[in-house]
């Protein structure tokens, strides 16, 4: 069987994956979206694109770190170059609908924490639709408040108006 050899190194490449290949932008919009951020860290520092997105119009990876609050990826992303001024919809959501910078949903958040009790936080959350674990983790958070208020310092600092 000639072909075997070949078969056998198709398998190897399958089975250990070369290291210092770039990660995808699923890989990193999984770790961003899920609140993980050590792997974050470990794909931004193999080369993983800081603007990743899922589709063309849709939200970035900027947006979902905005979105839970996580201030320590939102510098990750910033530091690699990503671009707090992208406007982006909601996944699944069509162009047409209002897009968003990455400062616009932190604000949005930290106002969401400001007049939700913590008790009702989140029912409210998943009354809208908004039942995503990482998000409704970070915003029962008691330091939510201050996580949000850092972001939102932070992309102050970048977002052009």
């Known amino acids: 069987m000639r072909y ?15 290291s210092g290949c770039k990660p995808t932008p699923a890989s990193l919009m999984a770790a961003v979206k899920a609140d993980n951020t050590e792997e974050a860290k470990k794909l931004i520092q193999k080369g993983a694109d ?45 162009s047409s609908v209002i897009s ?26 998943r009354q809208n639709g908004l039942d995503d674990p990482a998000l409704l983790k970070s915003m029962a958070d008691p330091k939510a408040a201050d ?3 850092q972001v939102v310092d932070a992309l102050q600092k970048v977002t052009k108006n």
């Not at 997105?53 to 905005?66: D, F």
Request: proline content about 8%.
């Open 147 to 149: 996580r949000y208020q």
């Open 50 to 94: 800081a603007n990743s997105r899922v589709s063309p119009t849709g939200w970035s990876a900027l947006h979902y770190a905005a979105r839970n609050g996580n201030v320590e990826i939102v510098q990750l992303l910033l530091n690699a170059g990503a671009d707090p001024n992208y406007t982006g919809a909601l996944e699944g959501q069509t």
């Open 4 to 18: 075997r050899p070949f078969f056998l190194f198709a398998l190897l490449l399958l089975l250990f994956p070369v």
């Open 100 to 125: 968003l910078k990455p400062l616009v949903i932190a604000r949005a958040n930290l106002d969401l924490i400001g007049q939700i009790p913590p008790s009702r936080m989140e029912d409210t959350l």
